[in-house]
């Protein structure tokens, strides 16, 4: 199972961002993806998740209405549009699967996201 994140970088705020994770090793198709993120001294907590086929989506609440989680099944990727961007937002961003039959965690190295002026 592999998980590469890209995408993060310097945006001030109210900007947009698109995070892209391509994932491999794995029949992507067959499991809900998930992005979650980091701040420094925080601990990391679940932004956004979608289902197998795309059909439902989940979201934390302080991101409600400002960020949206797709995938397309055929590359193999699940994508993070995040629009009016707070400094709050700034954080590395991982997108993870439980993969297998026991939910193991899988992790991609992130991608930093910074929102300031």
């Known amino acids: 199972v592999q998980l590469k994140e890209s995408g993060g970088e310097l945006v001030q705020p109210g900007g947009s961002l698109r995070l892209s994770c391509a994932a491999s090793g794995f029949t992507f198709s067959s499991y809900n993806m998930r992005w979650y993120r980091q701040s420094p001294g925080k601990e990391r907590e679940l932004v956004a998740e979608i289902t197998r086929a795309g059909g439902s989506t989940n979201y934390a609440d302080s991101i409600k209405g400002r960020f949206t989680i797709s995938r397309d099944n055929a590359k193999n990727t699940v994508y993070l549009q995040m629009n009016s961007l707070k400094p709050e937002d700034t954080a590395v961003y991982y997108c993870?699967?439980?993969?297998?039959?026991?939910?193991?965690?899988?992790w991609g190295q992130g991608t930093q996201v910074t929102v300031s002026s």
């Open positions: 993870n699967v439980r993969y297998g039959p026991w939910g193991l965690n899988y």
